[in-house]
């Protein structure tokens, strides 16, 4: 039986003890040690032995009775002992191969999209009723020539499976926010077409999207941050069609509003 030192632990430890030797009490086994009574107390219950002696942290010292040789009770000596947990060294060695700037890249990147792109949501489906899917599903739509596109072209657009697409177009059909068309040359291919109430619902989204990105995003960051942040992504997204293509959109709706400033 392993005792922790620490003030904390010894306390849930104190606590195990004098619910054991009140149960042994009560149930007329009051001969029994304290640590027998607060082993039982414990086995039951699942709360301490099972549970909390086995995540209890490594390296750290712990009180351990000394038991006689003949008898299954402890005796008053007692001696310290360390429990060490398995190195873990070669398990994260080839994270930390890493330069700590390439570590805090690669994890900002990720925390800052779940934690941005989650409120984003929220805020866009408590407002409209549609996620973020929704609104970009739409403004790929209304990018596209006729304001439509095949089903199989706008999945890689919005960087959604096929399925899930279709479910999604399904919903915004149901709601009159785009409609299906076939091809003109080939029938089997299906086209989803943003139809009026769609690009009037695009809009207040638009508004809605524009405001969260200037406030969660736009606003924590410097013209040299957005630059930079700007380079990194032609980096990683040139090389796929799909992604570089929402970067050329991008691209010329900048220079189409910088052309629209330029006139006024």
């Known amino acids: 039986m392993l005792i922790p030192r620490g003030e904390c632990l010894r306390e849930q430890f104190a606590t195990v003890m004098l619910l054991g030797r009140a149960a042994a009490a009560a149930s007329g086994q009051d001969g029994l040690s304290s640590f027998e ?7 039951a219950s699942g709360s301490f032995w099972r549970r909390g002696l086995g995540r209890m942290p490594a390296n750290v010292a712990y009180t351990q009775p000394l038991r006689a040789a003949s008898g299954s009770h402890a005796v008053g000596t ?8 398995k190195s873990e060294t070669s398990l994260h060695a080839p994270w930390l191969a890493l330069e700590p700037r390439e570590r805090v890249a690669w994890r900002g990147l990720l925390l800052s999209y779940r934690s941005i792109v989650s409120q984003l949501d929220a805020e866009l489906e408590l407002a409209t009723g549609w996620n973020l899917s929704a609104f970009e599903v739409l403004l790929a739509l209304s990018h596209a020539p006729g304001d439509g596109m095949q089903m199989s072209k706008l999945a890689g657009a919005v960087v959604m499976s096929r399925s899930g697409l279709t479910r999604l177009v399904d919903r915004l059909e149901a709601d009159g926010l785009v409609r299906r068309d076939t091809g003109e040359a080939d029938p089997r291919q299906v086209f989803a077409c943003l139809t009026e109430r769609g690009r009037e619902q695009l809009a207040v989204m638009i508004a809605l999207h524009v405001e969260g990105i200037q406030r969660c995003f736009l606003d924590r960051l410097g013209k040299t941050h957005i630059d930079a942040l700007g380079a990194a992504w032609r980096a990683l997204c040139g090389s796929d069609p799909q992604l570089a293509w929402s970067l050329r959109v991008a691209a ?9 400033d330029a006139d006024l």
């Open 78 to 85: 007692c001696r310290t002992v360390t429990r060490r947990r």
């Open 37 to 43: 009574c607060g082993r039982r107390a414990g086995a």
């Open 252 to 260: 010329r709706e900048h220079a189409s509003q910088a052309g629209a």
